[in-house]
Nanobody
Framework: QVHLVESGGGLVQAGGSLRVSCAAS????????VGWFRQAPGKEREFVAT????????YYADSVKGRFTISSDNAKNTVFLQMNSLKPEDTAVYYC????????????????WGQGTQVAVSS
């Protein structure tokens, strides 16, 4: 199994930047696609971005395209999400997870969820 731990969240002003990290441990040799999701208060968890662990291919939700960048450091078993031009609507708990079925990019297509890290963007 793979264990994921998110970190780096915090409070930032609108227009600012923040980078969150997802550290993996355990059976990292079986990792493939790693995704970032977020869940705002009272809302469903939604897809943000994903990266192919061994190849670098990336895919982003339209809401963050051009503002967020997902990257990985395989030697450190870590995936990052650089968030720029942050908006109040980006406020959420951010989670990372492993893709378990290659159908889509919904919560049901991922597993091995971390505990999440809080990101708050003020006006």
């Amino acid at each position: 199994q793979v264990h994921l731990v998110e970190s780096g969240g915090g409070l930032v002003q609108a227009g600012g930047s923040l980078r969150v990290s997802c550290a993996a441990s355990g059976r990292t040799d079986i990792m493939n696609d790693v995704g970032w999701f977020r869940q705002a208060p009272g809302k469903e968890r939604e897809f943000v971005a994903t990266i192919r662990w061994n190849g670098g291919s990336t895919y982003y939700a339209d809401s963050v395209k051009g503002r967020f960048t997902i990257s990985s450091d395989n030697a450190k078993n870590t995936v990052f999400l650089q968030m720029n031009s942050l908006k109040p609507e980006d406020t959420a708990v951010y989670y990372c997870a492993l893709r378990t079925r290659r159908i889509g990019f919904t919560t049901t297509d991922f597993g091995s969820w971390g505990q999440g890290t809080q990101v708050a963007v003020s006006s």
